[in-house]
């Protein structure tokens, strides 16, 4: 038995390497873990972690960018840029839960890096730059008569994608209602009161 617990030890793939530091990092703070921390969490020697990668931060920029490669695949989608506004506003909105319901932790990370680093502010940029895109689709979307002309585009945004970011806070795969359904709720809940 000490052998097969050994043996499982040894063999993280990449993945889940990843997978383990991106849970210890949701759980202490990426500046708050050490390579110790995570050699543990792994159950490996501190030494064995650099087979994998050369340090914590590039953990970090893989594990962020799997968060923000998923949101940006959802904007170069053509869903996402043909059609009347509110309809692709919209299915932004249903893409971005899924994202976030399928990539959880990863997510979760996203939302709580403060731009202490240079990864963590690429992070942000690229954030700020899926903001912008949904902002000029809230803002053509308002221009077409679409949505109500009476509310700030950019607040409708942070709004709209803080209540998207919130599911973060307490949802738990299993427990909490699937993707679609999710979406379902945020979409009758915001857009109701967004159209005209």
């Known amino acids: 038995m000490a052998t097969t617990s050994r043996q499982?030890?040894?063999?993280?793939?990449?993945?889940?390497?990843?997978?383990?530091?991106?849970?210890?990092?949701n759980e202490r703070g990426f500046d708050g873990t050490s390579m110790e921390d995570l050699a543990r969490a792994l159950g490996v020697t501190k030494s064995a972690i650099y087979y994998h990668v050369p340090g914590k931060e590039q953990l970090l920029a893989r594990a962020l960018d799997r968060a923000?490669?998923?949101?940006?695949?959802?904007?170069?989608?053509?869903?996402?840029?043909?059609g009347p506004a509110i309809e692709r506003l919209q299915w932004v909105v249903r893409q971005s839960v899924r994202i976030l319901v399928d990539r959880l932790p990863y997510v979760t990370l996203l939302l709580r890096v403060r731009g202490n680093s240079a990864t963590e502010q690429q992070a942000l940029d690229r954030r700020r730059e899926f903001d912008r895109f949904i902002a000029h689709l809230v803002k053509e979307a308002a221009a077409d008569g679409q949505i109500r002309p009476d509310l700030d585009p950019a607040l409708v945004t942070r709004l709209l994608f803080g209540t998207v970011n919130s599911i973060t806070e307490?949802?738990?795969?299993?427990?909490?209602?699937?993707?679609?359904?999710?979406?379902?709720?945020?979409?009758?809940?915001?857009?109701?009161?967004?159209?005209?």
């Open 8 to 25: 499982r030890k040894r063999g993280h793939d990449p993945e889940s390497v990843l997978s383990i530091a991106v849970g210890v990092f």
């Open 170 to 196: 307490w949802y738990q795969p299993g427990r909490g209602g699937t993707a679609d359904e999710l979406a379902d709720a945020v979409l009758k809940m915001t857009f109701d009161g967004l159209r005209v």
């Open 68 to 82: 923000l490669n998923g949101l940006f695949e959802v904007v170069a989608d053509e869903r996402a840029s043909t």
